[in-house]
């Protein structure tokens, strides 16, 4: 079993960038695929990223392909989430997600942290 934690979140203006970090608890961290969700006011949550355990597969949503970055640090059990070009619409709860494959982490993680708060002003 795996715990996630996020952090990083916050206030930014549209254009900039923020860096989500979301560190995971348990010594099979290494095995875990890895992802990150959304949830926009009013809107269901949503699949942002996705990267394999060993960090040479990755998966992105359309909506954020070429402005967003995923990617891990398995030496310090951490995923990370590099987000540049940030639009109003990006705002959300973002949420840090662990499953066995990357497949499962796209379309139904079993593992969540308790999300980060992202917001994009205009």
């Known amino acids: 079993q795996v715990q996630l934690v996020e952090s990083g979140g916050g206030l930014v203006q549209a ?8 560190a995971a608890s348990g010594r099979t961290f290494s095995s875990y695929a890895m ?9 269901e949550r949503e699949f942002v990223a996705a990267i394999s355990w060993s960090g040479g597969n990755t998966e992105y949503a359309n909506s954020v392909n070429g402005r967003f970055t995923i990617s891990r ?8 989430l590099q987000m540049n070009s940030l639009k109003s619409e990006d705002t ?8 066995v494959s990357i497949s499962t982490v796209v379309n139904r993680p079993n593992y969540w942290g308790q999300g980060t708060q992202v917001t994009v002003s205009s």
């Open 73 to 80: 640090d398995n030496a310090k059990n951490t995923v990370y």
């Open 35 to 43: 992802g990150w969700f959304r949830q926009g006011p009013g809107k």
């Open 92 to 99: 959300a709860v973002y949420y840090c997600a662990a499953d």
């Open 15 to 22: 254009g900039g960038s923020l860096r989500l970090s979301c």
